[in-house]
């Protein structure tokens, strides 16, 4: 079968890829869609340590293939989207409500591809680069068949990781003030989260002008090209401050432009050894810095729960997609995500 195959100096479409059948609590799924997240990119540029050869894609939706023994939420046909969580269910941190600080989600790449007689390593548990997968069944979610894969594909990463955060994470209440930088794939999902969640003021910030269009499509009321000037518009800060980009000077913004009590949410992935600094006083008026993984997200409750607003006209995911590729031109998507001129592009089987 094809995949999307990482070697250590260069990524390739593979048509050799074979990978196992599911075993007890496993699923496998067929896979039809894969958004190209940029954390697929920092494997490759080395933001994201990880061991190779792997096949990459953490972002997809697909149709239930085969399921092993003791697997009764999903059946063969079913569709679903894919979570990039395979936590234990069984943990503390599982059991208070918080997959993603299970420790067995974390770090514990599997094997379950092969080529030839070499094993390839299954990036996030996941690896939507490629035609079949098989994850933790945890990791499926059914989703109603009228909600487009192409579509659905997003909820798995960068939804649930944008909104999440805005609703799980930083809890934003009705009538905040919220600034977002960055209006990627992630930082445009942050915006529907505060509409959704009814922030008052949602200001996106992006070097680029031609985001605006987008910006303001999932929520923003204002568009600015530099942070520097969130101020004339919330003269004592914000409520909420979202990092998106990745950048450690951008980190340093984000905790400035706080009001009394705010809370800059970090997002983006800089570099694993990246430092940011900050002046210490400035926290002392119940200010706060929040890490997030993966939006804080419960995925059996919230991918069904988003795929439902979708269906309710309420949460975007269409106008996400910004284009769609064949899995054989993985290079041409690669180039275009690397380049900003796509939100996301979608790869198909």
């Keep these: 079968m094809r995949g999307v195959v990482f070697d250590g100096s260069q990524v390739r479409v593979v048509d050799d890829l074979v990978v196992r059948e599911p075993g007890p ?7 039809a869609a894969a958004g190209l997240c940029h954390s697929d990119l920092s494997v490759v540029d080395g933001t994201i340590p990880f061991p190779v050869p792997v096949v990459l894609g953490h972002e997809g939706a697909g149709v239930v293939e085969a399921v092993g023994a003791g697997v009764t939420h999903v059946e063969p046909g079913d569709h679903v989207a894919l979570s990039t969580l395979a936590n234990c269910g069984a943990c503390a941190d ?76 930083a809890r934003v209440d009705r009538g905040d003030s919220v600034v977002v930088i960055g209006t990627g794939g ?6 529907q989260g505060a509409r959704l969640a009814g922030a008052l003021r949602i200001v996106a910030v992006d070097a680029n002008p031609a985001k605006e269009e987008a910006a303001r499509l999932f929520g923003a009321t204002d568009f600015l090209t530099s942070a520097r000037g969130v101020r004339d518009l919330l003269p004592t800060g914000a409520d909420h401050v979202f990092e998106c980009v990745g950048r450690v000077e951008l980190i340093r913004q984000a905790i400035d432009l706080l009001d009394r009590h705010g809370q800059a949410i970090l997002l983006g992935v800089p570099p694993a050894t990246a430092e940011a600094s900050f002046v210490v006083s400035s926290l002392y008026l119940d200010k706060s810095v929040l890490g997030c993984r993966y939006g804080s997200a419960r995925p059996q409750r919230d991918i069904a729960l988003y795929a439902e607003l979708y269906r309710q006209g309420r ?6 997609v910004t284009a769609v590729y064949p899995v054989e031109d993985f290079a041409k998507a690669r180039a275009d995500a690397e380049a900003g001129r796509v939100a996301r592009a979608v790869l198909t089987f």
């Design 25 to 31: 609590g496993e699923v496998r799924v067929a896979v």
């Design 94 to 169: 599982c059991d208070r409500g918080r997959p993603t600080m299970c420790r067995r989600a974390i770090g514990r790449p599997g094997k379950p591809f092969t080529r030839g007689s070499a094993s390839v390593h299954q990036f996030a548990a996941n690896s939507a680069f490629a035609e079949r997968t098989v994850v933790k069944a945890v990791q499926a979610v059914r989703i109603p068949e009228d909600v487009p894969l192409r579509s659905a594909a997003l909820i798995g990463c960068g939804v649930l990781t944008g909104v999440g955060a805005v609703l799980n994470r």
């Design 186 to 191: 992630i930082g445009l999902n942050v915006l």
């Design 315 to 320: 949460l975007l995911l269409d106008e996400l």
